[in-house]
């Protein structure tokens, strides 16, 4: 076997043993050279299984090994009573007893192997860390589809919104904007829950806070089961932190640098003794940002004459500072009995310039006026997160329940300082003030009861509780010196909201049908108190409840599980973000203002899919059919102040409904030993329904009407150059969409990464540009109520970055096969079952 190094921990349920710490030198009793070897039903040798050894008496007595290609065995044990587990891909889990009293070769280890009915996650097995290759970067789980960042190159120094750019089905908008095979309406979970990191409203900011190198996988849920929470009409996208596991003191430390001006350094690092589990993941670095915004409009009269014409063009440019440390513990206090807590904290600081130049011209393009917009803002931002967490197995037959609380706090202070002036004279200066503190308490109970062999019964109950204070003050000057307060731009909001949730499904299989049944009642309430200093007060309330049931059916087709047909159905909602409920939300700009709409209600979705997964040892083809028809669809009007003015105000509505469909195909293919692919491929089709008709903000009805239909490719390259170097090369496509009131041009963008693996396998080298030939933009044309606006936005240009990482104490390093997980199953992971 060739030793290899991973940049990732194996996750259950891969096969994992630890290289104990401790030494049998300190004994006076010799230890007995050992053979044997494991074997499947026909005496066929297993290859790469692991087998660990554990003394009765004494852990320092233990020992693990792992089988060679022939199944065969080697390790030298202590005189003893030893309990005996081996563990293999494709093979049910075996214990053995065995009583070590001579050297020599005992009787082989018969496994038998395990159908993918019958397979549940493996647990680790403590006492020898094993690195090995790991998993598939994609892979196809019943209710959910799993990436694996560990091999993508581009990403490397970047950020959670670098990695999810290179997740199947997911893109990454030029703004900033994460969504789901076109729809932005996406659930963002940490470790199964929502969190501090990443705020209630999980903006870009938030998302550029969390490090790649912190990432362990990204769930991608496009069609959620009632055993998760119901919001997010697109799906549920569920970050998985790492976690190091490794008995004694492992750990890995990651530093980057870049360009644009980016620094950062992160760690990993976990110390485990006996049955307790101690881990510290944390860093911090700095960056900076560029983006580019254009606006060019021209106005109509009722006649469709022009009448004016506006420029806009601006240059932003962020500086941020971020912070955040995660630290906890887990520790067995039974066999069956385990406890949880940890706590974070983030600092987020950032600093931020931007300059717009307005230009008003007539009919001719005679200039009226030429005005500048100047903005100085600050943001300063600290968070903290306390979790606790109780695990107990009522017996060896998976009878689980598991209970826990999470609080946070996000605090929040955002300061800006505008000056505006025409034609180079000064006319005013703006102040503005925003403070916003977000509490959050989750907590929840699951219950997992296994019925036979081939069905379980699933059940729990969830509560969250958000409130959100926004305190917002804008101040005016003429002379610079003296500000006076704007009355209707200041004001205080208190935003509740509390959900419940229950949840049952019952998951089985007979014969080559495997099935699913789920059922979950939500009921959300919500209250906003709004004041401001003009004396207009809102106090709104809503209350609604409702039920989301999910099916999920799975078809063998052949006699391997590695090839299924998979068809499934649930029903989702998409509640308001509270700040489109708000009366008032924003004066960042006064030419371009949003305000939120209190009469705003969810939009509810009916989601159907048709898939069909292959999982082979060499590839795995993905393509998904999916329909969804959505109600109560919200969209962003935009009107004239007036029909004389060049300001734009935008809202969100309930208008009419929208249907998506189309095809999603995601693939993997180790083409030749030395290239490999990951691909995506989507084809999708859209149509809105609806019609604005409102006499005081429009002249005349806006149609919201049309269909269309759009494309979206990616391809990832990952060449392996020889043992320790790799290089990646990807290129990405997004198609053009066109509505009644908006035709989006298409874009492309290619990114480059590479990797070299130093300092006899402990360290790695990463060097990656993302957006090689600066092509990342987006141009939009809107149409409205007498204007037409062309808009071209850049969000962040071309970037580099080089990396360097460290492992240290990791244990022996060897090859190992990858894991084949199976598709049926539903947890597939370490976290807590998201609900």
């Given at each position: 076997m060739n030793s290899h190094i991973i940049q990732k921990s194996i996750k259950k349920p891969a096969v994992i043993a630890f290289l104990l710490l401790a030494s049998s030198l300190a004994f006076s009793q010799e230890k007995l050279p050992i053979t044997t070897k494991i074997v499947d039903s026909q005496n066929l040798p297993v290859a790469y299984a692991s087998i660990s050894f554990s003394n009765s008496e004494s852990i320092t007595n233990s020992d693990a090994a792992l089988s060679d290609e022939e199944g065969n065995i080697t390790l030298s044990l202590m005189p003893g009573k030893y309990t005996i587990t081996i563990e293999a891909f494709d093979f049910k889990k075996a214990v053995f007893t065995?009583?070590?009293?001579?050297?020599?070769?005992?009787?082989?280890?018969?496994?038998?192997?395990?159908?993918?009915?019958?397979?549940?996650?493996?647990?680790?097995?403590?006492?020898?860390?094993?690195?090995?290759?790991?998993?598939?970067?994609?892979?196809?789980?019943?209710?959910?589809?799993?990436?694996?960042?560990?091999?993508?190159?581009?990403?490397?120094?970047?950020?959670?919104?670098?990695?999810?750019?290179?997740?199947?089905?997911?893109?990454?908008?030029?703004?900033?904007?994460?969504?789901?095979?076109?729809?932005?309406?996406?659930?963002?979970?940490?470790?199964?829950?929502?969190?501090?990191?990443?705020?209630?409203?999980?903006?870009?900011?938030?998302?550029?806070?969390?490090?790649?190198?912190?990432?362990?996988?990204?769930?991608?849920?496009?069609?959620?089961?009632?055993?998760?929470?119901?919001?997010?009409?697109?799906?549920?996208?569920?970050?998985i932190l790492k976690k190091t596991k490794g008995r004694g003191f492992n750990g890995t430390v990651t530093g980057n640098l870049g360009y644009l001006p980016q620094t950062s350094l992160n760690a990993n690092l976990s110390w485990?003794?006996?049955?307790?589990?101690?881990?510290?993941?944390?860093?911090?670095?700095?960056?900076?940002?560029?983006?580019?915004?254009?606006?060019?409009?021209?106005?109509?009269?009722?006649?469709?004459?022009?009448?004016?014409?506006?420029?806009?063009?601006?240059?932003?440019?962020?500086?941020?500072?971020?912070?955040?440390?995660?630290?906890?513990?887990?520790v067995d206090i039974t066999d069956k009995t385990s406890i949880n807590a940890s706590g974070l904290l983030r600092t987020f600081e950032s600093e931020s310039f931007s300059n717009v130049n307005y230009k008003t011209l007539d009919a001719s393009k005679n200039l009226l006026d030429n005005s500048r917009r100047y903005t100085v803002g600050n943001g300063d931002n600290f968070t903290w997160q306390v979790d606790a967490g109780l695990d107990h197995k009522f017996d060896d037959k998976g009878q689980i329940l598991t209970a826990s609380i999470s609080l946070q706090q996000s605090d929040n202070k955002n300061n800006s300082l505008v000056e505006e002036s025409s034609n180079n004279?000064?006319?005013?200066?703006?102040?503005?003030?925003?403070?916003?503190?977000?509490?959050?308490?989750?907590?929840?109970?699951?219950?997992?009861?296994?019925?036979?062999?081939?069905?379980?019964?699933?059940?729990?109950?969830?509560?969250?509780?958000?409130?959100?204070?926004?305190?917002?003050?804008?101040?005016?000057?003429?002379?610079?010196?003296?500000?006076?307060?704007?009355?209707?731009?200041?004001?205080?909001?208190?935003?509740?909201?509390?959900?419940?949730?229950?949840?049952?499904?019952?998951?089985?299989?007979?014969?080559?049908?495997?099935?699913?049944?789920?059922?979950?009642?939500?009921?959300?309430?919500?209250?906003?108190?709004?004041?401001?200093?003009?004396?207009?007060?809102?106090?709104?309330?809503?209350?609604?409840?409702?039920?989301?049931?999910?099916?999920?059916?799975?078809?063998?087709?052949?006699?391997?599980?590695?090839?299924?047909?998979?068809?499934?159905?649930?029903?989702?909602?998409?509640?308001?973000?509270?700040?489109?409920?708000?009366?008032?939300?924003?004066?960042?700009?006064?030419?371009?203002?949003?305000?939120?709409?209190?009469?705003?209600?969810?939009?509810?979705?009916?989601?159907?899919?048709?898939?069909?997964?292959?999982?082979?040892?060499?590839?795995?083809?993905?393509?998904?059919?999916?329909?969804?028809?959505?109600?109560g669809e919200t969209q962003f009007v935009v009107t004239r102040e007036n029909l004389t003015s060049d300001n734009f105000v935008t809202r969100p509505y309930n208008i009419g409904a929208e249907t998506q469909y189309g095809l999603d195909l995601n693939f993997t293919a180790d083409i030749l030993p030395w290239y490999k692919v990951l691909g995506s491929m989507e084809l999708f089709g859209y149509k809105v329904e609806g019609m604005f008709d409102d006499p005081a903000l429009v002249?005349?009805?806006?149609?919201?009407?049309?269909?269309?239909?759009?494309?979206?490719?990616?391809?990832?390259?990952?060449?392996?150059?020889?043992?320790?170097?790799?290089?990646?090369?990807?290129?990405?496509?997004?198609?053009g969409e066109k509505t009644a009131f908006q035709d989006r041009k298409g874009l492309y963008t290619i990114n480059f990464g590479a990797s070299k693996t130093v300092l006899n396998g402990d360290g790695t080298i990463t060097f990656n540009i993302q957006d090689i030939f600066n092509t990342r933009a987006r141009t939009v044309t809107s149409f409205g109520d007498g204007f037409e606006r062309e808009s071209y936005n850049q969000w962040n240009p071309r970037q580099v970055?080089?990396?360097?990482?460290?492992?240290?104490?990791?244990?022996?390093?060897?090859?190992?096969?990858?894991?084949?997980?199976?598709i049926n199953n539903n947890g597939g992971g370490d976290e807590e079952p998201p609900m």
């Open positions: 065995r009583t070590i009293e001579k050297p020599g070769e005992i009787e082989n280890f018969k496994i038998e192997f395990a159908k993918s009915e019958n397979l549940t996650p493996t647990q680790n097995i403590e006492g020898v860390v094993i690195q090995a290759q790991s998993t598939k970067p994609y892979r196809v789980e019943l209710d959910k589809k799993v990436y694996d960042p560990s091999s993508d190159l581009i990403s490397k120094g970047g950020n959670l919104q670098d990695v999810l750019a290179n997740v199947p089905s997911i893109a990454v908008d030029t703004d900033g904007t994460v969504s789901m095979r076109g729809n932005s309406n996406i659930r963002f979970l940490i470790n199964g829950k929502p969190s501090a990191l990443l705020g209630i409203d999980s903006g870009a900011d938030a998302l550029r806070s969390i490090p790649a190198d912190q990432i362990d996988r990204i769930e991608v849920i496009t069609n959620p089961s009632s055993k998760f929470e119901a919001s997010g009409s697109a799906g549920i996208l569920n970050i485990k003794v006996n049955n307790w589990n101690y881990f510290v993941n944390g860093g911090g670095g700095y960056n900076e940002r560029e983006s580019k915004n254009t606006n060019d409009a021209k106005y109509f009269d009722s006649n469709n004459s022009i009448t004016g014409y506006t420029e806009q063009d601006s240059k932003n440019t962020n500086k941020n500072d971020s912070y955040n440390v995660n630290t906890g513990f887990n004279i000064f006319i005013l200066n703006n102040n503005i003030n925003q403070n916003t503190i977000n509490k959050t308490l989750v907590g929840k109970v699951d219950y997992e009861l296994p019925i036979g062999e081939k069905s379980k019964v699933e059940a729990g109950y969830r509560i969250d509780q958000n409130t959100n204070d926004y305190d917002y003050k804008v101040t005016e000057s003429f002379d610079q010196v003296n500000f006076n307060v704007l009355n209707d731009f200041t004001s205080k909001t208190i935003y509740k909201e509390r959900t419940q949730a229950a949840y049952a499904q019952f998951k089985s299989k007979t014969g080559k049908v495997g099935y699913q049944l789920g059922l979950r009642a939500e009921n959300s309430n919500i209250t906003v108190d709004f004041n401001n200093l003009s004396g207009t007060n809102s106090d709104i309330k809503k209350n609604y409840t409702g039920l989301f049931p999910s099916v999920f059916l799975s078809y063998d087709v052949g006699e391997n599980d590695d090839n299924q047909l998979l068809l499934n159905y649930s029903r989702r909602i998409n509640r308001p973000r509270s700040y489109f409920l708000i009366p008032f939300s924003s004066f960042s700009d006064n030419r371009n203002q949003f305000f939120g709409n209190p009469d705003l209600n969810p939009e509810y979705t009916n989601s159907f899919e048709l898939g069909y997964a292959i999982q082979k040892k060499k590839f795995t083809i993905n393509p998904t059919l999916y329909y969804k028809r959505t109600v002249s005349t009805p806006i149609d919201f009407s049309g269909d269309g239909f759009s494309s979206r490719l990616r391809l990832t390259n990952t060449f392996k150059i020889d043992k320790t170097f790799n290089m990646q090369l990807q290129g990405f496509y997004s198609g970055s080089l990396g360097f990482s460290y492992r240290f104490k990791q244990g022996e390093k060897v090859t190992q096969k990858k894991a084949k997980r199976d």
